[in-house]
């Protein structure tokens, strides 16, 4: 049992393993799930919410000790956690086990997950092949735990909030979605976490071609900058505000103008650009104002010698230009620290919970990200309109923490712009995190009061 909001809920704590079959009756694959079961209140109406990381080859042992287990990583201050082990874990109060049952899936491939026939790689290493498993284990759980009749929710994160879009189709099904079997299964909510979502159809989700990408990336450049340098600037959201309005207007407008701006104006735009980013005049000239956020986390401490971290921009590493080729994790300032805190934590757990599994856990399989084929029928926006349209009562929350500049809060806030839903249907939230918005005890404490409103059907308005 635990101590949730001053009440003591009892739980019980399931490990199982799900085999995956071909047409002739062989196995082909394995999935793995954790699930958490309140035992001392009437199953009768109360949720059930799936919940994954992303990658695509990411297990769920992040959001499992990071937001949604009863017991978690001890954050402390976020940036100053324990890095190394010993790794102390504690209850988590921010868990939502009082309100919702909570089943963690560890897709093919990752966590104990494993890919048995490589020939069966197309089936689970793809974007709807993918979701077509996840519907499947679904269908599993939910059978041999005679839970169909309760409210049901998702929640993916980074890739698997594109995960999450693709799911509810598939649950409806139909003679055009990915399957073409009619299943009838409608969902309650969408929770998204480090949303990465694209407008416009593209084979690549990570840029977005609709719009210039330095306005989408200006308000958490600005968010990064105001941590590091926040004297003479208004609160952190005041300032991501401020940043957001230029980029929509006046940034826009100068990057289309370029060069025919007139000198006062380009001395302007160059003022502001360099206020909102803290980078210096010369450095913005010398890029023509446009700026990626990798080079962003290479330049902004770059005089001090050091990087920002691409997964949560408050964690600073020494600068890499002295160790060849960067690895995009290990070698990132926030990943390549708090990676080996979570497998430490998970491993840990898995002794309270008596998993006995004589194969190493994948935290992150990135063969299975190196296979993945990026080819759905449509595309994860799509998905998700589809949805929204056809179940009204269908909510989504999509959260970003204001740090992360691998999925950012500009990117997030233009698909919420363009997700054709009706009011109340789609709500923004944002955190003092990077991201892993659960990073942190004031983020991660506003992170679980959204969520505990989200299931729990509150009115809920969107942050800007």
Not at 450 to 462: A, G, V, W, Y
């Amino acid at each position: 049992s635990c101590i949730l909001r001053d009440e003591e809920v009892a739980y019980k704590a399931a490990t199982e393993e799900w085999t995956f079959f071909d047409d002739c009756g062989e196995a082909e694959a394995t999935a793995y799930t954790i699930a958490y079961e309140r035992t001392d209140c009437s199953e009768a109406g109360r949720p059930v919410l799936f919940a994954y990381n992303g990658g695509p080859g990411s297990s769920s042992a992040v959001i499992h000790l990071g937001a949604l287990g009863p017991k978690r990583i001890k954050f402390g201050d976020a940036v100053s956690m324990d890095f190394m082990p010993p790794f102390e874990m504690e209850d988590n109060p921010d868990t939502i086990l009082d309100i919702c049952d909570i089943v963690l899936i560890d897709p093919v491939g990752c966590g104990y997950s494993r890919l048995m026939k490589n020939e069966a790689k197309h089936k689970y290493y793809s974007s709807d092949g993918d979701a077509i498993e996840i519907v499947q284990l679904m269908n599993k759980w939910l059978s041999s735990h005679d839970r169909w009749n309760a409210p049901l929710f998702v929640m993916g994160e980074s890739y698997g909030t594109m995960r999450a879009c693709v799911i509810p189709s598939i649950l409806m099904g139909g003679p055009i979605c990915t399957g073409a079997v009619s299943k009838g299964i409608t969902i309650d909510g969408i929770i998204m976490m480090g949303t990465g979502l694209n407008v416009n159809p593209q084979p690549n989700w990570w840029d977005e071609y609709g719009v210039e990408k330095m306005v989408l990336d200006l308000p958490t450049m600005a968010a990064c900058n105001w941590y590091f340098n926040r004297e003479e600037k208004p609160d952190l959201h005041a300032f991501i505000a401020e940043a957001d309005a230029f980029a929509g207007k006046e940034l826009l407008a100068g990057l289309y103008r370029g060069n025919r701006m007139t000198e006062a104006e380009t001395k302007s735009f160059i003022e502001k650009l360099t206020y909102f980013t803290g980078l210096s005049p010369s450095y913005l000239k010398k890029k023509n104002d446009r700026i990626s956020l990798s080079e962003f986390s290479k330049e902004l401490l770059g005089d001090e010698g050091q990087e920002i971290g691409m997964y949560d921009g408050r964690f600073v590493m020494h600068a890499s230009g002295q160790i060849g080729m960067a690895d995009p994790v290990a070698d990132d300032g926030a990943m390549g620290r708090y990676t080996p805190a979570f497998r430490g934590g998970f491993l840990k757990l898995a002794e309270e919970l008596g998993i006995d599994i004589d194969m190493p856990y994948h935290i992150i399989n990135f063969n299975v990200n190196g296979m993945w084929k990026f080819d759905g029928i449509k595309t994860p926006l799509e998905y998700l309109r589809a949805a929204l349209r056809r179940n009204p009562s269908l909510r989504v929350l999509l959260t970003n923490g204001v740090y992360d500049l691998v999925t950012t809060i500009g990117q997030a806030r233009y698909a919420a712009g363009h997700l054709d839903a009706e009011k109340g249907q789609g709500i923004l939230r944002e955190y003092p995190s990077g991201h892993m918005s659960y990073v942190g005890e004031e983020s991660g404490e506003k992170l679980s009061q959204d969520i505990r409103d989200f299931i729990e059907k509150e009115e809920m308005e969107s942050c800007y």
